[in-house]
């Protein structure tokens, strides 16, 4: 029979085994921690899984413990242990595997964003190099994404680690896992990341850090409240589950967020979790003994009573066990991994879901999403004359892309066709106008892409969906129904495309319809009469 080793007793060894071992590597085992004679308070104030690293200054940061001197006690030494350059002899010690995941995720390359970017802006083939934020040229995608959208990925430098939600963006492991010191002493690592440590990056584009807690960015004139960083923002209806107290980490599992799905060429198929995962999973459950072998350290954290028989919830996806999911008899219970709740988990009622064959295909996002961001009619502007920081160079260098944001605001999301062939929400990924000394004429964008707004909630009407004309791609207008034709009057002016500004495809999709990627579309002709003509409920 296998004994369990107590937690406390275990991290007592990793201080004796470690400690020891890590000092051995550099020649000799450090006799005593000479560091504390400047660093005493820094002694005080880990986490009990990095405990065993207090005695043990250069398990994280290197340098020579044992020596006389400043200078020499600081030669080698790593400041910053968890940002990307670093992480690798720092945290890799112990997580080597997560470091060497993380360097590869999306999170860190943005190969999704540079490859769409490259291709739609015609610079596909300027660079024979991979496409990643790593490796940035100097075309006009490649210029943009240096000096507007490269600052959000962890390879970047952030010599401060302080709490920012706003402007904190990089840092390596330190960007989710950096917890405050608080009155004083070392600062604790922690893994109940908490929702401001998203924001900084989650808040822009896609703004789902905003819309999950309520809030949509506005024009000057229409918000309610200024971000620090000067955008304005109103307030929305927020997501269920945000109004619950769940954070982001609750449902966005460590495979998903730490490069495990290998994969991955965008963000949303680096996403490990899906709505049914929680709310209808009819898969089998997992036992330790069937958990992978990847997973194992988190056995620990598991937030209630647990045996060797104890069943847990897993992904669809990649099998990723749901541990701070408990199956009781009467159903399935979260345990909140930051707010420290216990919920009921609502399964899906068959008779207005399972039993609808006629919306199979929807995804849940498609009728739940209270509403999402609609921005269009930007106007990026390049000036070779200016000057501006370039995230890739680190330094400010010439020329600068200036931005007139356009129309920005809300909506009840447009429907189209995803991955694998399921309707759910689209809104405007770029609908704009790119103007540079390189160019003949202006370049006109207009994409729609798929999105989950983080904005759950009850389900939209009937109506919002069968008799509008936004919902179908169209944009805001005049819709005609009858049993001979079916016709539009856009409201919005049309641009160089021929399209109404807010407007995606029209109604024989013989304009626009461009998507990030060819498996992706507006509803066809035949989709949307069918949309239109279904009778609705009394």
């Known amino acids: 029979m296998r004994r ?41 104030g880990f986490d009990a899984a990095n405990a ?25 030494l790593i400041a910053h242990p968890g940002t990307l350059d670093n992480a690798r002899r720092a945290c890799g010690n112990c997580h080597a595997a997560r470091v060497a995941a993380v360097g590869k995720g999306l999170m860190h390359t943005g190969h999704g964003m540079v490859l769409v970017t490259r291709r739609l802006l015609g610079d596909a083939g300027a660079t024979d190099a991979p496409a990643s934020l790593q490796t940035l040229g100097h075309g006009i995608a490649d210029s943009m994404l240096r000096k507007q959208c490269a600052g959000c990925h962890l390879g970047q430098d ?28 070392h600062p604790a690592l922690t893994a109940a990341v908490p929702d401001a440590r998203c924001f900084g990056c989650h808040s822009r584009s896609g703004r789902i850090s905003l819309a999950y807690a309520g809030l ?11 971000l620090a960083d000067g ?84 992904t669809a996806r990649h099998g990723t066990p749901l541990w701070n999911v408990e199956l009781r008899d009467d159903g399935a219970w979260l345990h909140t991994k930051v707010t420290r709740r216990v919920l009921r988990i609502p399964s899906l009622d068959p008779v207005t879901h399972g039993a609808d064959t006629r919306h199979a295909r929807l995804a849940c996002t498609a009728c739940h999403s209270q509403w999402a961001p609609n921005c269009y009619g930007c106007h990026m502007n390049y000036d070779a004359s200016g000057e501006q920081w370039d995230h890739a160079a680190g330094a400010i260098t010439a020329g600068r892309w200036e931005h007139d944001p356009g129309s920005i605001g809300t909506a009840l999301p447009a429907l189209g066709i995803g991955d694998g062939g399921r309707i759910e929400p689209f ?33 939209r009407s009937c109506a919002s969906c069968h008799r509008s004309s936004s919902a179908l791609g169209l944009g805001i207008g005049e819709l005609t129904i009858d049993p001979e034709r079916i016709e539009f009057e856009p409201a919005e002016r049309r641009l160089p495309d021929g399209l109404p500004a807010d407007a995606w495809t029209d109604l024989d999709r013989s304009l626009g319809g461009r998507t990030p990627f060819p498996a992706q579309r507006p509803l066809s002709p035949r989709e949307v009469e069918a949309v239109l003509r279904a009778p609705l409920p009394d």
């Open 4 to 44: 369990r080793i107590p937690c406390a007793r275990l991290l007592f060894l990793l201080s004796v085994l470690v400690a020891p071992a890590m000092a051995a590597t550099a020649g000799r085992q450090t006799a005593y921690n000479a560091c504390v004679s400047c660093h005493a308070a820094e002694t005080t």
């Open 52 to 76: 065993f690293a207090a005695p043990n200054c250069r398990a994280c940061h290197a340098g020579d413990a044992a020596a006389a001197t400043r200078d020499e006690a600081h030669r080698g």
């Open 158 to 185: 952030r010599p401060q680690h302080r709490l920012d939600a706003t402007f904190a963006r990089g840092g390596g492991c330190l960007a989710c896992h950096y917890a405050d010191p608080g009155a004083g002493g």
């Open 216 to 226: 949509a960015e506005a024009g000057v004139t229409d918000g309610a409240g200024v």
């Open 231 to 314: 955008r304005h923002v109103t307030r929305m209806a927020a997501d269920v589950h945000y109004l619950a107290g769940m954070s982001c980490i609750d449902c966005h599992t460590s495979v998903g967020l730490m490069g495990g799905v290998a994969d991955a060429q965008t963000q949303r198929q680096a996403v490990d979790i899906a709505c049914a995962d929680c709310h209808a999973n009819g898969a089998s459950r997992v036992t330790f003994a069937e958990w992978p072998a990847s997973m194992t350290g988190m056995r620990a954290r598991v937030p209630f009573a647990v045996g060797a028989e104890t069943r847990f919830l897993a």
């Open 427 to 459: 809104v405007p990924g770029m609908v704009m106008t790119v103007t540079h000394p390189s160019l003949d004429k202006e370049i006109f964008v207009r994409v729609f892409a798929p999105l989950s707004p983080h904005t759950s909630g009850a389900a």
